[in-house]
Every structure is written in C-alpha cells, then in structure tokens.
C-alpha cells in the first residue's frame, strides 16, 4: 500500500540554523514521483520539487537541497541558514506511475525563531 | 506552471447556507482537482473535474454535497451544500501543468468558517 510518512510534527530552530525535514514513503510502483509543498500561514500551497524515481541525484536549490534515498525510500528536505520565511508547514507527497492522484504526508511544520 | 485564482478568500457562512468557491486559471488545462483541507490536518482530495465530462469524487464526498461544475479549461466551482460547523475548512483548487502525473499547483485556498 502506498504510504508518506512525515514523523516530525513540528520542528522549532533559531534563525541560521540547519533543519532537516523527513519523508518515508511507501509504494509497490518502480516508477514514481516525489514531490515537496510549502504551506505559509497565509494557507495557499507553494511547489517547491518534483523528482521521479529514476533520478536519484540530490538537488539544491539555493538554501534547500533534497536528499533522494531509493535504498531507504526517503526524501528528506534540507533547509541551510534557516530565515524567519522559512516558516512553514511543509508537504511531502508521492503519485504512482500513471495516477494523477497525490498521497500526502501528515505535513511538518517548521518554526524559525529569530 | 499556472496562475490560479480562487474566490472568495473566506468567508463566514451561517450553518444550513451553501457557498460557492471559484478557481480560475490562466491557461487551459484538462485536469482540476478540488481539495479540502481541515485544520491542522493534511490534504483531502474531494474530486476530480475535468471539462465535459461529470466530476470524479473520491471516497466519503458525494456529488449533492460538493456539486462542482467545469464549464471550460480554465474556470471550475465547487459547492458547499448544507453547511455545518464540520465543512469548516481551507478549500483548494490545483490544475496539472505538463500532462499525465506531471505537478500540480494549487490555488491560494478559500477558508471557510461555519458557525
């Protein structure tokens, strides 16, 4: 059964510091897709990635970088030099092969104190 | 990507009304999605629209409950029927760009608050 698990509810870090958020995701389907959405207070949902499981290179972009694990099927999501905008509550999900339809996680939500 | 619109951006119903949420894209697009969200929680999806054809509703939502029209490629309604304190939510629109199982990007959400 197709799963994505977020277990950290919420994470609280002082501004510049380095967070890791994690997702553990779960599905029979050798070609897949991971995705990571922002959600700000103001509630509308923001796109961050897109990976598809053939492509287990990292990326970065700017401050956040993805680590893509097939080996431990995970998806974790770091943030460097963390800023008060960093907080959010963030999404993992995950859509199998051809189903348009996204499996999300429970969500984590990121607080940076400054 | 896409640019999404939804109106309005809250409001505050009185229990037994039914209100009508708007999403407008500005491109065409031939699949929408409408999602609720309540809080604190994770995204649910309700249905899936696509133009011409009736909407697709996932288990425990139901078509006279969350009627949704989809008249053309870029604009879709979503109905709350019968509203009751529970239907307190962040609805949200999203369009997929790029074809099958490509992303989707969601609209700024309508927050909705039954009393």
């Known amino acids: 059964a197709q799963k994505v698990t977020q277990a950290q509810t919420e994470i609280s870090v002082v501004e510049k510091e380095d967070v890791t958020l994690d997702c553990v995701y779960e599905?029979?389907?050798?070609?897949?897709?991971l995705f990571w959405y922002k959600q700000p207070p103001s509630g509308e949902l923001v796109f961050l990635i897109r990976?598809?499981?053939?492509d287990e290179q990292n990326e970065i972009s700017g401050r956040y970088s993805w680590n893509f694990q097939k080996s431990t099927s995970s998806f974790n999501f770091t943030i460097t030099a963390s800023q008060v905008v960093d907080s959010a509550v963030y999404f993992c999900?995950?859509?199998?092969?051809?189903?348009?339809?996204?499996?999300w996680g429970a969500g984590t939500k990121l607080i940076i104190k400054p | 990507s896409a640019v999404i619109s939804q109106k309005p951006s809250r409001d505050i119903c009185q229990r037994g009304t039914s209100l009508t949420i708007q999403c407008q894209v500005d491109s065409q697009v031939t699949m929408m999605f409408w999602y609720r969200q309540q809080p604190g929680q994770s995204l649910t999806l309700i249905a899936t629209?696509?133009?011409?054809?009736?909407?697709?509703?996932e288990s425990g939502f139901v078509i006279d409950k969350f009627p949704i029209s989809r008249p053309n490629l870029t604009f879709s309604t979503l109905t709350v029927s019968n509203m009751s304190p529970e239907d307190s939510s962040i609805y949200l629109c999203?369009?997929?760009?790029?074809?099958?199982?490509?992303?989707?990007?969601f609209g700024p959400g309508t927050r909705l608050t039954v009393l």
């Open positions: 999203s369009v997929e760009v790029g074809g099958s199982t490509d992303t989707q990007y």
């Open positions: 999900a995950l859509s199998e092969g051809s189903n348009y339809q996204l499996i």
């Open positions: 599905t029979r389907d050798t070609t897949y897709y």
């Open positions: 990976r598809n499981s053939f």
């Open positions: 629209a696509n133009q011409g054809s009736e909407a697709t509703y």
